[in-house]
């Protein structure tokens, strides 16, 4: 299973997470109605920690797919093949619509019901940002979420579609955009951005860890962050990795928000 967490500032950043973990457990696949269980069992579940999950397509754009590991590998790799460094999300949407085309005509799992899954971030040429990506189905459309100059953006793969019910609230950071609670009120223009990148990282930390913390087979509590910035007119990457089996334990504030 899968935890990645997207979000970004439009004009000045996005950011991707993953954990770590890739989970072997035993499936059965229905291909007459479209769908997929697991066997839950220790015996036939077994979880390892191996590379980040997210990877950089362009000088714009990351991705990370989540669900059955090796046909979303396999869409992955057919778009490292097609996409150039230059290309920004419109163009790798393009490209991610014919690949997804392709594979849905060459194997049946691309049509069975959130068996694979793949989410896009970045920025366009514009400099706004968005998120593009699919989840299979029986019938499956690229979906795309553009964001403006200074609109926060966000969105998930997650190992519980409850999560995925209380995105607003699980992304909600009252210190950054709560104008009465905000203490960037206070903060020089020329910090802001990075300022907003420190507390915005902290929040996604959390969110990884109370995850983790309940799915402790399918999520590793190490985390990769990835960020491509905007920085006078190029655009920058970096990447860190955390370990977080201690720091957010206890998450009340967490809690609530998924009910």
């Given at each position: ?8 500032i439009g004009g000045l950043f996005v950011i ?106 970045g920025f366009y040429n514009d400099g706004s ?131």
């Amino acid at each position: 299973m899968t935890l990645v967490l997207n979000a970004g500032i439009g004009g000045l950043f996005v950011i991707m997470t993953s954990d770590f973990r890739r989970t072997l457990a035993e499936r059965h696949i229905d291909y007459e109605k479209l769908s997929i269980s697991n066997y839950e069992t220790a015996e036939k579940t077994k979880s390892t920690d191996g590379k980040p999950k997210v990877y950089r397509l362009t000088d714009k754009v990351m991705a990370a797919t989540g669900g059955i590991e090796s046909p979303g590998k396999y869409v992955l790799d057919q778009l490292k093949k097609r996409v150039k460094t230059h290309h920004d999300l419109t163009d790798c949407k393009a490209i991610l619509e014919l690949v997804l085309f392709k594979c849905r005509a060459e194997n049946k799992i691309f049509h069975v019901n959130e068996a694979v899954s793949l989410l896009m971030s970045g920025f366009y040429n514009d400099g706004s940002i968005g998120y593009a990506g699919f989840i299979s189905g029986e019938e499956v459309d690229v979906f795309e979420q553009k964001a403006a100059a200074d609109e926060y953006l966000y969105n998930m793969i997650t190992p519980d579609k409850k999560y995925l019910e209380n995105i607003p609230e699980l992304f909600t950071i009252p210190e950054i955009f709560d104008e009465e609670k905000s203490f960037l009120n206070n903060v020089h223009p020329s910090e802001l951005s990075n300022k907003i990148l420190k507390m915005m990282t902290e929040h996604l930390k959390k969110i990884h860890s109370y995850i983790a913390g309940q799915h402790t087979v399918d999520v590793s509590p190490g985390m990769s962050v990835h960020l491509i910035a905007f920085n006078k007119g190029r655009y920058d990457y970096d990447h860190v990795s955390y370990n977080l089996i201690e720091p957010y334990k206890q998450l009340e504030s967490m809690k609530q928000k998924v009910r």
